[in-house]
Structure formats: structure tokens, C-alpha cells
């Protein structure tokens, strides 16, 4: 009897380590697929979505006097940009650059100031680009010819890049980039039409 008793201690043990293994190998899978499910999910990065609410036109009316052409021109565009975090975890962004473009010149540019958006945020940044006519030198025919023919086209992009940071220490790296088409009419220097495409890079 005392045999058989010492026999089996071995046995039992071998057992008892076996269910440990077990044990331990099941909780890790368990970690590893709930870890999964929230990368699948939850911290899924998203793309921060920006949008253009308001675009409006400051300035003088442009003038062209002739028999010498000489055309004044002095024209303003205020965006209100906004930035809309996606993500359950805050967006981080840096400084971002806003240009504005007449016929694909650059015309005028502006940055814009680094901030941070909580998760499921927004934050709204104020935009302002003045069309600096000494860039327009090479298209200044195209430009009297759109004056004098009562709108004149202009686009703008924004770009935004940042970080979006989950737990505190996984980081993803993402850049909120907006395009903008504006038709200005003169001499009211209204805005007679807007088209604004968004998309952000991950």
C-alpha cells in the first residue's frame, strides 16, 4: 500500500502541472483574442474627418484701369475649418499649413496653430489667406480677363498632420488634409459656390 501511495505522487503531479499549463496557455489566448477584438474595434484607428463650415471673402473690390492696365487687387478668404477625432483616444495634431491657389500658382499660405482634440472631439480652426497679387505675375492676363468676367476661381488646401495615441503608449501617425474650390463673384465679392473634398492618410 505505502508502494502504490508513493507511485502516484509522481502521477499527480504530472497532472496538476499539465492543468497549470493549461490553465496559463488558455488565459493568454483569452488576452490575445480580447486584445484582438479591441484592436478590431475600439482602438481601430479612424481617420480624424475635417470640413470647411464657413467661407467668406474680405477685401477691396479688384479694380483694372486702363489705357495703361494696371489692376489693384486686395482680396482676403476666411475659412472656418473643422476637425472632427473619430477615435476613442485624443488627436494630437501639430502645426498645419493652409495654401490658396489661383490656376495651380501658389498665391498665399498661412499656418495653422498645433492643438489637441479629445476623443470623440471636434475643434474648429480659424483659417485666413490673403491672395498676394505679386505671385500672379505669370497668369496677371488670365486674372484681368476673370475680373473683368465677374468671378474668379480660387482653391485652398489645408493640411494637418498629428498623432493619434491609444493607452497612453500605441501611437498612430495620421494627416487630415482638406481641398477647397471657391468661386468668387465681383463686384459683390461673394462666395457663389463652394465643392470641398476631405480625406485623411493613416
Same mark, same amino acid.
Given at each position: 500500500?505505502?508502494?502504490?501511495?508513493?507511485?502516484?505522487?509522481?502521477?499527480?503531479?504530472?497532472?496538476?502541472?499539465?492543468?497549470?499549463?493549461?490553465?496559463?496557455?488558455?488565459?493568454?489566448?483569452?488576452?490575445?483574442?480580447?486584445?484582438?477584438?479591441?484592436?478590431?474595434?475600439?482602438?481601430? &484607428?479612424?481617420?480624424?474627418?475635417? $470640413? #470647411?463650415?464657413?467661407?467668406?471673402?474680405?477685401?477691396?473690390?479688384? %479694380? !483694372? =484701369? @486702363?489705357?495703361?492696365?494696371?489692376?489693384?487687387?486686395?482680396?482676403?478668404?476666411?475659412?472656418?475649418?473643422?476637425?472632427?477625432?473619430?477615435?476613442?483616444?485624443?488627436?494630437?495634431?501639430?502645426?498645419?499649413?493652409?495654401?490658396?491657389?489661383?490656376?495651380?500658382?501658389?498665391?498665399?499660405?498661412?499656418?495653422?496653430?498645433?492643438?489637441?482634440?479629445?476623443?470623440?472631439?471636434?475643434?474648429?480652426?480659424?483659417?485666413?489667406?490673403?491672395?498676394?497679387?505679386?505671385?500672379?505675375?505669370?497668369?496677371?492676363?488670365?486674372?484681368? &480677363?476673370?475680373?473683368?468676367?465677374? $468671378? #474668379?476661381?480660387?482653391?485652398?488646401?489645408?493640411?494637418?498632420?498629428? %498623432? !493619434? =495615441? @491609444?493607452?497612453?503608449?500605441?501611437?498612430?501617425?495620421?494627416?487630415?488634409?482638406?481641398?477647397?474650390?471657391?468661386?468668387?463673384?465681383?463686384?459683390?465679392?461673394?462666395?457663389?459656390?463652394?465643392?470641398?473634398?476631405?480625406?485623411?492618410?493613416?
Amino acid at each position: 500500500m505505502i508502494e502504490n501511495s508513493n507511485h502516484n505522487k509522481p502521477n499527480k503531479r504530472k497532472r496538476l502541472c499539465l492543468i497549470t499549463i493549461g490553465v496559463i496557455l488558455f488565459v493568454n489566448f483569452l488576452l490575445f483574442l480580447i486584445a484582438l477584438i479591441l484592436a478590431l474595434t475600439v482602438f481601430k &484607428s479612424k481617420q480624424p474627418k475635417t $470640413e #470647411i463650415l464657413t467661407a467668406s471673402v474680405d477685401g477691396v473690390a479688384p %479694380r !483694372v =484701369t @486702363f489705357p495703361a492696365v494696371r489692376i489693384e487687387l486686395n482680396i482676403t478668404v476666411d475659412l472656418t475649418i473643422n476637425v472632427q477625432n473619430r477615435n476613442h483616444a485624443s488627436f494630437k495634431h501639430g502645426a498645419g499649413k493652409a495654401l490658396l491657389l489661383y490656376r495651380g500658382t501658389q498665391v498665399g499660405d498661412v499656418d495653422l496653430y498645433p492643438g489637441n482634440i479629445p476623443a470623440r472631439g471636434n475643434a474648429t480652426l480659424p483659417c485666413r489667406l490673403t491672395l498676394q497679387v505679386d505671385r500672379v505675375a505669370n497668369d496677371i492676363s488670365k486674372l484681368i &480677363s476673370d475680373v473683368l468676367g465677374g $468671378e #474668379i476661381m480660387l482653391q485652398t488646401k489645408t493640411r494637418i498632420p498629428g %498623432r !493619434v =495615441t @491609444f493607452l497612453g503608449f500605441i501611437k498612430k501617425h495620421a494627416v487630415a488634409v482638406s481641398a477647397c474650390q471657391l468661386t468668387i463673384g465681383f463686384p459683390n465679392m461673394k462666395v457663389k459656390k463652394q465643392d470641398c473634398k476631405t480625406k485623411a492618410k493613416l
